[in-house]
């Protein structure tokens, strides 16, 4: 589906709600990936709110913390009009996937197995124009610079882009949201046991995410095979 209603002129002051709802009108068919991290669930609120009634994607690697599953279930029984699709569905370590200690010699190849390739592949049977998804710029230095809007293969919008913790922080506790309660222990960004550990005062917020291993991206955003 090609986008044809005009591009607003966004700026930093934009309400998501604005840039959610422009993403409705001319993107009707997105879908919204997501891990349920604070910003995920920030999103799924606003996104609601916004009129959005389509589908939210989870790729279960068969690593997530069990507090980041029962985040889902929690949030698929709060917003009942939502579509929760979670891929590979029951992964779990011994599943033959990947060498169990891939994670620990290769993160990237783990990765590009267990997340990125479900995603891909069901990205590319719905075919959807734009994803909505849930980065902001403080989040990681290599997240510092990203729009609203990023042209691509498909567009993907970015609609907390200019949201701080702080605010996300505050919105969540107003809304009484089910956020992931790893997050209040020091966990600012959750991916799986193996390669997660909490965040240390003075870091970005994803610092904790594969820790000492040369990596700040699971392949989703950024890298040959992003979105």
């Known amino acids: ?75 698929a029984a709060r917003y009942p009009e939502l579509t929760f699709v979670t891929l590979n569905d029951g992964a779990s370590p011994e599943d033959g996937q990947t060498d169990p200690a891939l994670y620990s010699s290769d993160p990237d190849a783990c990765c590009a197995v267990r997340k990125v390739a479900p995603l891909q592949a069901y990205l590319r049977g719905r075919a959807p124009s734009a994803l909505l998804n849930a980065r902001s710029r403080d989040q990681a230095s290599t997240r510092a610079d990203i729009p609203f809007i990023e042209d691509g293969a498909r567009v993907k919008v970015n609609p907390l882009a200019h949201w701080t913790r702080e605010r996300l922080e505050t919105y969540a ?7 992931n309660p ?14 997660t550990r909490a965040v240390r005062p003075g870091e970005d917020a994803r610092a904790g995410r594969w820790a000492g291993k040369g990596k700040t991206e699971c392949g989703l955003w950024a890298g040959d095979g992003k979105l």
């Not at 709600?17 to 879908?31: G, Y």
């Not at 506790?173 to 956020?179: G, S």
């Not at 209040?184 to 799986?192: E, P, Q, R």
């Open 173 to 179: 506790r107003e809304q009484d949201l089910p956020v």
């Open 1 to 75: 589906m090609t986008a044809t209603s005009p591009r607003p002129d966004f700026t930093p002051d934009s309400d998501p709600l604005d840039v959610i709802r422009w993403t409705l009108e001319t993107h009707p068919d997105a879908l919204m990936p997501s891990a349920f991290n604070l910003n995920g669930v920030v999103l799924l609120d606003l996104a609601v709110k916004a009129g959005y009634r389509g589908e939210v994607v989870f790729v279960d690697t068969g690593y997530h913390f069990p507090e980041t599953l029962a985040t889902r279930d929690r949030l």
């Open 182 to 195: 790893l997050y209040w222990d020091g966990f600012l960004s959750v991916g799986c046991w193996t390669c």
